[in-house]
């Protein structure tokens, strides 16, 4: 069977995709994908995402450089949501660091810390 | 600044959480969140989580037992998504998993394996 009939995209024709640097455990993001970005991201062996503010296919790093190249593509017990393993080039974050993931919370949330160096400056 | 100024929940008023083991850096899950069920987690120090389909707070592992210890939680650039860590008892998957992740594509999406041993019998 193929993996396509186990997945449930949303009412907008989406899934979400979580990325995770497969060499160290990091996660680095968390970005959307419709079918045929999904599609391509097999067929390149690089993230492809659908930009919902755009509207628009979405190489990750097409314009910085900083892509993803695909180890491992997961999908949950509920077929919606999926688990991209990926080397990653530079930086995953468009504020130049590796993981969107920069900030945690601390005093109940009430304050947050930035909890990693920037690696290049943020895109414009 | 609190951090729930910089949340961004959709217009449902839900904001996906991943869930990710800090011992090992699995990831185990993603499930969805309101503000009050954030809040929750945050107090108890345990995931609860917002459920879709039953449209009532879910505190995970209230039944099994398999319950997620928070450890730290991070929030993206955008402000869209939660990475929570915790510590995982037992399975984080109602089908008997460790994660709900436990199954990969192989041959360009036409196949899929699963990846990792059942720990428990599945949930009814």
Redesign the interface.
Known sequence: ????E?LKFNADGLI?A?V?EQS????L??AWMNKES??KT??VGKTVFWSRSRQKYWLKGETSGHIQVVK???????GD?L?IKVEQTGAA???G?KS??????RD?????DT?EERLVPPEK
Chains 1, 2 share one sequence.
């Not at 160290?24 to 996660?27: L, N, S």
């Not at 491992?72 to 509920?78: K, P, S, V, W």
């Open positions: 069977m193929s993996f396509y186990k979400p979580i995770q160290t455990g990091r996660v993001m968390m999904l599609q097999i067929e491992d593509i997961a999908f949950d017990c509920d949501t688990l974050c468009h504020e660091y969107c993931f920069f900030r945690s919370i109940a949330g009430n304050q947050f909890t």
